[in-house]
């Protein structure tokens, strides 16, 4: 799995759009979203193989987030990348 969307230690305002490029050689059955231990999003549609969410900061504190893709396939393997980014607005 790949991160795609946003740049890394880039600096998010309001709304943002999380994109990873994932695969397997089972069928993909979803990606998750964390920011930390709490779950951003989930999205079982990955037209090509890319897959989004969109993410509000809004509320958010500002500052660094570690945020974690989890692909899990069909046949229960779990893959995870990391990306850290800052809230700013």
Same mark, same amino acid.
């Given at each position: 799995?790949?991160?795609?969307?946003?740049?890394?230690?880039?600096?998010?305002?309001?709304?943002?759009?999380?994109?990873? $490029?994932?695969? %397997? =050689?089972?069928?993909?059955? &979803?990606?998750?979203?964390?920011?930390?231990?709490?779950?951003?999003?989930?999205?079982?549609?990955?037209?090509?193989?890319?897959?989004? $969410?969109?993410? %509000? =900061?809004?509320?958010?504190? &500002?500052?660094?987030?570690?945020?974690?893709?989890?692909v899990t396939d069909r046949s229960g393997r779990t893959a995870t990348a990391p990306r850290?980014?800052?809230?700013?607005?």
């Amino acid at each position: 799995m790949t991160w795609v969307e946003p740049e890394a230690n880039s600096c998010l305002l309001k709304h943002d759009r999380l994109l990873v $490029v994932a695969g %397997s =050689t089972a069928a993909v059955e &979803k990606v998750q979203f964390f920011d930390g231990t709490r779950l951003i999003g989930t999205t079982e549609n990955g037209p090509g193989g890319v897959y989004s $969410v969109p993410w %509000s =900061t809004v509320g958010l504190a &500002k500052g660094k987030h570690h945020l974690t893709a989890t692909v899990t396939d069909r046949s229960g393997r779990t893959a995870t990348a990391p990306r850290q980014l800052r809230v700013c607005g």
